[in-house]
């Protein structure tokens, strides 16, 4: 590299660095980052979103593994570095989608089925036999529901000519994307490892919570053959090296599924710290420590990570369906504003909503109800109430929505939340996030690198291989950007939470059952 440039790599010094590839729904993306956790260069491409039949979600694995070559090479180049700058490869994936290939040519056997895909809603119901949903719940944390692996699985081999029989003569892998990634990445037909990691596990409702291992029994009642399965390793270790391209020889050494890399570079290592994402919808997740919390509040069990031997740090997950999309519906559908930030202008030019409470049940309520009988619904309305008073509902609804879970998650781990760290695009409205932390009664805190996912996926990397030498260099690292601290009197806050628990009540029942 020539003095004359003045790079983003110059700016951070010859390094050295970590790669994180972050493989998701719409996109992937690589990202270099420095010691001091900073991002050097970003690269990033979108990829194809196939619909065969409504409520049916693919995507083609071959254009991902070539689109994440093309951003790993992108981002390398851009920050003007060579693989021996490079001391780990992180990676990071969309959760849940499914994948299986043929371990001699390396094909896929079909499109991945996406986790939002539905088609295995039948078979789930009947998986759930005279049980019903809770059937595997004990073991996996999860409920019978049509967006985990497993059942994805066992549909592809239900349906895909002659696939069962070369399933089970060993020809045949599954993978998540971390999986099909990392095989590629390792050699893929030429000696690639087949892994996947413990977040990654616990999203197939084929995994026990507590072993850590595959469940016989499970696959014995879902009729998948064991010897499809990765080996299941901790999301910190070294799996292999890259076997070619522009990081050849470098090692890939983590994986975790998007929304635990997001609790990981969010630093969440301590029992009852939690991280929210705000996009589309929002996930939250709630570090439990060293032990799994069965739900019995309508929230998932999940791994949280596990960084090399050990032991694993459980989560406890609550999803929210509608929260950014709220905001796009009423620019778009609405035309009430003209861009996503003019909500918080709106909002604030009156003092409180005017009564006015909205609930956006739109496809039914996920975390902690899980009614899809339900439909939206703006309470409480009256002559006084003006676009400006629903404007502050809607960001309202996004604040009660996530106390709603944060008092789900206090029910089921007895833990009460001390601070909640938030990223994501919905995190760039101020009074949202006043209006957060007055919901929650706790401080709200935004970190400087907005990018937590990567940041996770890198993080965990940096571990494996000494880069970083514990999880306190890694909070060391954590940087605030802004705080929210609670400004709400108690009483306004129980009543107006009050309110908004009656709003919720009449979005139920809307729909009913004409089957």
Known sequence: MTDTHTTSASSHGHGPFIAAIDQGTTSSRCIVFDRDGRIVSVDQKEHEQIFPKPGWVEHNATEIWQNVQEVVTGAITKAEITSADVKAIGI???????LLWDKNTGEPVHNALVWQDTRTDALCRELGRNVGQDRFRRETGLPLASYFAGPKIRWLLDNVEGLRERAEAGDILFGTMDSWVIWNLTGGVNGGVHVT?????????????????????ILTSMNIPAALLPKIRSSAEVYGRSADGILQGVPVASALGDQQAALFGQTCFAEGE?????????????????????SYNGLLT????????????????????????????????????????????????????????????????????????????????????TKAHIARAVLEATAWQTREIVDAMTKDSGVELTALKVDGGMTSNNLLMQTLSDALDAPVVRPMVAETTCLGAAYAAGLAVGFWPDIDALRANWRRAAEWTPRMDADVRDREYKSWLKAVQRTMGWIEDEE
């Open 302 to 385: 999940t791994v949280g990570y596990r960084i090399g031997d050990q032991k694993p740090v459980y989560a406890l997950e609550g999803s929210i369906a509608v929260t950014g999309s709220l905001v796009q519906w009423m620019r778009d559908q609405m035309g009430l504003i003209n861009s996503a930030a003019e909500i918080e202008t709106l909002a604030s030019s009156v003092d409180d909503n005017g009564g006015a409470y909205f609930v956006p049940a739109f496809s039914g309520l996920f975390a902690p109800y899980w009614r899809d009988d339900a439909r939206g619904v703006i309470a409480g309305l009256t002559r006084y109430v």
């Open 92 to 98: 990071t994936n969309q959760r849940e989608t499914t």
């Open 274 to 294: 939690a991280k929210s994402t705000y996009g589309t919808g929002t996930f939250l997740l709630m570090n439990t420590g060293d032990k799994p919390v069965n």
């Open 197 to 217: 990691d413990v977040t990654n596990a616990s999203r197939t409702m084929l995994m026990n919570l507590h072993t850590l291992d595959w469940d016989p029994k």
